[in-house]
């Protein structure tokens, strides 16, 4: 039987379209995933993230272990609550996971994980743990939602009541602090402001009932997906996998090469590959009907290659797409539509931030 | 539990057919498809005046999920089609048997029709799915 979070009931009664993620019941769409997008865009929404995995690293070696782990580089993180997102690399550089690690102290950390890639994540985990002085806690017990949109501060404020509210009040961006049951952090993966809040598993369904009484928008993997795309924002196993670099996949941000003696896992892998040169994930717009897809062969200068993820963007009202490229790549491509070539506009693969469009 | 309107014949690759009389049929697709294809968010119609063969793949509906032929149930002459949904393909989920319809074909031959499944049948079809 699939895993259910703590809110599937919650989620029938909603009204929702419940589909198989990766072994877990979620909600695609409770009516209209577009309406759910819109709803994101200029008001809020709530997303059930509780099949997410969040593993705390505790010990006097949480530090230089996460410095090996990671990609990016946790020396970064001074001020208690900060967050920061990396890559966790194989060997050869390809991306076992991405995740975002939330800095407590130099011996307290917490990361969170895809769920579709627990069990790789998990061995990976312990296994390189066994050299360090470090404890790796699982947290099943606890759910996670993501309150998303312009609206989200409004709402949470409602919610927590003032007192509450006011540690959070004004939080910058990748913060995050301790605020009774919730963990509140100002992260997400839909490209506006807002929270993804973790709480004990049992009191999740309340703060959700809490958020729709006062007007927010459930919303399912379907808005998820058009918000995290029209962001720039990868998914994993889609637009990165083992297979594949932080350089190939538009990550190579989060891949902190500085300190120079810094050693971390795939670091002589990623710099032989930064000297040979490497595909690029680029976005690419299509005003003409039609939308890009998965899978859909991609025809460059130089080369061929393929698109990741594409959608119809709700909020431009037309297509758009994330695609791996040969450098070469110019500012137009050609697309295999349904057996048609059509071009489209190269660009960076970042659409829409807080509401608006980014394109030029 | 999807709507099935019994004075409507169908598909099994999910169109619906409504007589309107004098040779002429309203084409759509079925709550179920609509249902299945989620959000639309084109409605490519074929043109006025062509000429289709019962099976002939003559429009697609493009969801936020996924493009899908649409098939014409029966052969005949496309007589009209529903221009409102260049603008408003969402009418498609929204009212799949009545502001949603797609386009009207004038039949070759109307007995064609009573070839194709009642809602019975069709209701079998989505079962065995």
Known sequence: MANRTPLYDAHVKAGAKMVDFHGWDMPLNYGSQIEEHHAVRNDSGVFDVSHMTIVDVAGIDAKPFLRYLLANDVAKLTVPGKALYSGMLNEQGGVIDDLIVYFFTDESYRLVVNSATRERDMEWIHGVASDFKVTITEQPSLGMLALQGPKAEEKLKLVLGDDAFAPVAGMKPFMSEQVG????????????????IVVPGDKVEQLWDDLLNVGVQPCGLGARDTLRLEAGMNLYGQDMDESVSPLEANMGWSVAFEPADRKFIGREALEQQKAAGHAKLVGLVMKDKGVLRHGQKVIVDGGEGEITSGTFSPTLGFSIAMA????????????????????????????????????? | ????????????????????????????????????LGDMVFVELPEVGANVAAGDDVAVAESVKAASDIYAPIA??????????????????????????????????????ESLLDAEGYQAVIDEE
């Open chain 1, 181 to 196: 049951d919730y963990f509140i952090a100002t992260t997400g993966y839909t490209g506006e402001k807002g929270y993804e």
């Open chain 1, 324 to 360: 791996r490229v040969p450098a070469s790549v110019g500012e137009t491509a050609e697309v295999e539509i349904r057996k048609k070539l059509v071009t489209v506009s190269v660009v960076k693969p970042s659409f829409v931030r807080q509401g608006k469009s980014v394109l030029a």
């Open chain 2, 76 to 113: 005949g002459e496309i007589v009209e089609v529903n221009e409102d949904l260049e603008d408003a393909p969402e009418t498609v989920n929204n009212d799949p048997f009545g502001d949603g319809w797609l386009f009207k074909i004038k039949a070759e031959d109307p007995s064609e029709v």
């Open chain 2, 1 to 36: 539990m999807s709507n099935i309107p019994k004075e409507l014949k169908y598909a099994s690759t999910h169109e619906w057919v409504r007589n309107e009389g004098d040779g002429i049929f309203t084409v759509g697709i079925t709550e179920h498809a609509q249902d299945l």
